[in-house]
């Protein structure tokens, strides 16, 4: 049975300041920017639920303001990092 390994990413908008350049970088179009502005009148990236993520880190890698959190699905439980 070949392992498959799952990938959960998460955006922390807070931090987010919309250059869009994850979005650039995730081929397999994970990461999307969203149409509308936030509070702060800034159009935030995103996560598409339905585009499998590989795990490379190119948008963690690339973020110039390390809002990207990219987590093996094994390594969560409970919803929060089985490290914490
Ligand atoms: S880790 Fe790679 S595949 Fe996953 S969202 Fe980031 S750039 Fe896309
Ligand atoms: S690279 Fe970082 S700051 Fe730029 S849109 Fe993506 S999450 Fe936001």
């Not at 922390?12 to 995730?26: D, H, I, N, Q, S």
């Not at 999307?32 to 499998?52: F, L």
């Not at 969560?76 to 089985?82: M, S, T």
């Amino acid at each position: 049975m070949s392992e498959e390994r799952r990938f959960e990413v998460r955006i922390l908008a807070e931090y987010c300041k919309g250059c869009a350049l994850c979005v650039e970088f995730c081929e397999p179009a994970r990461l999307y920017m969203h149409k509308q502005p936030d509070r702060r009148g800034i159009q935030t990236a995103g996560v598409r639920a339905e585009n499998p993520c590989t795990g490379c880190l190119r948008c963690a890698v690339i973020c110039p303001d390390a809002a990207i959190e990219v987590n093996r699905v094994e390594d969560i439980v409970g919803g929060r990092l089985a490290s914490e």
